[in-house]
């Protein structure tokens, strides 16, 4: 896993986003775009937008920022926080590698930032079936741990979550750290700066960790993940990106 093979380096003055998707609203859709579930399938309760208060580049990186404002949507809806969603679906996905992301996160209960993994093909089935990898997750009230999973079953009745955590010792998520995925046909391990905190052998037949995933950042602000009020004092939070590696 030596061998670059995709890059975003977003401290270059020159980076765009024409390698991602920028995703809108609340609602988690199908593979035709139609909603099937608010709160994106996790009780989530920001309204994602495109807007560059919420999505933007500049010298420090790549920025994800949640805000206290509120949205009204024409079915008649309303949420009371904004942020940020993007990912490489159609454009960018593997199987197997190395994939290293470097980020800070913003601290602050409620928040719920997320470097993740989903099927560029559901050929096992829809969720869970196909698989989900989680390389980073973290509660903004917690700003000492960050966790990594694996999500996979035939169905919702027998989902099976493998879930990982990680404390750093004299940081915190707000600084800037490498968030790394290591993935082979015999297993899946999560880094952080370079040490692996977590292994999960994988299981033929039995985990869909064989086929292509694309990448997902976002910033979520409340569900289920951590189920905890928002602390809106904390708001505008920040998750910022510097850099994306892939090697093979």
């Known amino acids: 896993m030596n061998k670059l093979i995709w890059q975003q380096n977003f401290l270059d003055s020159h980076a ?15 593979n035709d775009g139609q909603p099937i579930c608010p709160g ?10 495109d807007r560059a208060s919420n999505l933007y580049i500049d010298e420090s990186g790549l920025h994800l920022c949640a805000r206290r404002e509120t949205v009204e949507t024409a079915d008649g809806r309303s949420f009371a926080y904004t942020s940020a969603r993007l990912d490489t679906k159609d454009h960018l996905s593997f199987c197997y590698g190395k994939l290293v992301v470097r980020a800070k996160l913003p601290v602050g209960q409620g928040l719920w930032p997320a470097i993740w993994l989903l099927p560029q093909h559901q050929v096992y089935g829809p969720w869970p079936a196909s698989g989900e990898i ?19 079953g035939k169905d919702m009745a027998s989902k099976s ?10 940081s915190t998520i707000s600084e800037f750290h490498d968030y790394a995925l290591e993935w082979d046909a015999g297993s899946i391990r999560w880094l952080v700066d370079g040490h692996c905190f ?16 694309y990448l997902v ?22 998750m910022t990106v510097a850099g994306i590696w892939l090697y093979e």
């Open 16 to 30: 765009d986003l024409s390698a991602w998707n920028i995703r809108l609203g609340n609602d988690l859709l199908d």
């Open 40 to 49: 994106w399938g996790n009780g989530e309760q920001q309204f994602y937008t």
């Open 134 to 152: 989680d390389i980073m997750e973290a509660k903004g009230r917690l700003p000492q741990q960050v966790s990594g999973t694996l999500h996979y």
């Open 161 to 170: 979550t493998d879930e990982f955590s990680y404390k750093f010792e004299d």
């Open 198 to 213: 977590a292994e999960r052998r994988l299981e033929a037949g039995v985990m869909p960790f064989d086929e292509p995933f």
């Open 217 to 238: 950042l976002n910033l979520a602000v409340g569900g289920w993940y951590d189920n905890v009020a928002v602390d809106e004092a904390a708001l505008p939070g920040v």
